[in-house]
């Protein structure tokens, strides 16, 4: 990446939850990279510790339940306190319920909403007032291709992910005027614990075009959407799913 894509980083304050899983992790390398300090949040501490190690001093670990709302704000106001401000949030996290429609429990569907959207809905709005009192703020939510092109053995993640895309729409139209951005990235099949659960699960044997992804490709898309080369998009959900299944 250029020195100018690389300014758009440099200095930066990054909060990136769900640090702990492949896309996440991604993200926060790929941030650390470019000059942004990383706030690496998850519940797995031990993956955290070994991210941050793997980045470095530009990272640092704030283990979150993001299923309690105390737990998420009172982080964000931790990383406000500590670096004066929050310029950047990436959403990351995910839980893995798959499986037959008939066979998902109302708490399979619970669990997953309370993950992905309502995880979503409560670091956004702990993290939007340090953003409006800075002028600025940007922001990207990793949904998924689930949320426009649903699967049978993914519907309540396909579900929770076409929730956020509306989410980040709808926000991304009332803090605009604050000076800030929110986009979401719509990941297709990654390589990742995750896309092997879903192979044991059943996932359809026919992948992408451009065959399966990797965390990186995600990675670039997420920093894309918070620098300034993006600065007129804003409420958009980008496909990073390699053009979609191919032709039966």
């Known amino acids: 990446?250029?020195?100018?894509?690389?300014?758009?980083?440099?200095?930066?304050?990054?909060?990136?939850?769900?640090?702990?899983?492949?896309?996440?992790?991604?993200?926060?390398?790929?941030?650390?990279?470019?000059?942004?300090?990383?706030?690496?949040?998850?519940?797995?501490?031990?993956?955290?510790k070994a991210l941050a190690e793997?980045?470095?001093?530009?990272?640092?670990?704030?283990?979150?339940?993001?299923?309690?709302?105390?737990?998420?704000?009172?982080?964000?106001?931790l990383v406000a306190a500590k670096h004066g401000r929050i310029d950047f949030l990436v959403n990351s996290s995910s839980v893995s319920v798959f499986g037959d429609f008939l066979s998902l429990t109302d708490e399979d569907w619970l669990n997953v909403f309370n993950a992905k959207?309502?995880?979503?809905?409560?670091?956004?709005?702990?993290?939007?007032?340090?953003?409006?009192?800075?002028?600025?703020?940007?922001?990207?939510?990793?949904s998924g291709r689930g949320g426009q092109h649903p699967s049978r053995i993914h519907l309540p993640g396909g579900s929770a992910n076409a929730a956020v895309?509306?989410?980040?729409k709808g926000l991304s139209k009332i803090y605009a005027e604050h000076n800030i951005r929110i986009n979401a990235v719509s990941p297709g099949p990654i390589r990742s614990p995750r896309l092997a659960a879903m192979q044991g699960a059943g996932r359809p044997a026919k992948g992408p075009v451009l065959g399966d992804g990797q965390p990186d490709d995600v990675a670039d898309a997420v920093l894309y959407l918070l620098?300034?080369?993006?600065?007129?998009?804003?409420g958009a959900a980008l496909q990073v799913d390699g053009g979609g299944p191919g032709l039966g």
């Open 1 to 48: 990446m250029t020195d100018g894509f690389t300014r758009d980083f440099d200095g930066r304050v990054a909060w990136v939850v769900g640090a702990s899983g492949a896309l996440g992790g991604a993200t926060a390398q790929a941030l650390a990279r470019q000059g942004a300090t990383v706030v690496l949040s998850g519940r797995n501490t031990d993956a955290l």
């Open 54 to 77: 793997e980045i470095g001093p530009q990272a640092e670990t704030l283990p979150i339940d993001i299923a309690d709302d105390s737990s998420v704000r009172a982080a964000a106001d």
């Open 117 to 142: 959207h309502l995880g979503y809905v409560r670091t956004l709005r702990a993290t939007i007032p340090h953003m409006i009192a800075a002028q600025f703020g940007r922001i990207v939510n990793v």
């Open 165 to 168: 895309d509306l989410l980040t």
């Open 227 to 234: 620098s300034e080369r993006s600065r007129f998009i804003t």
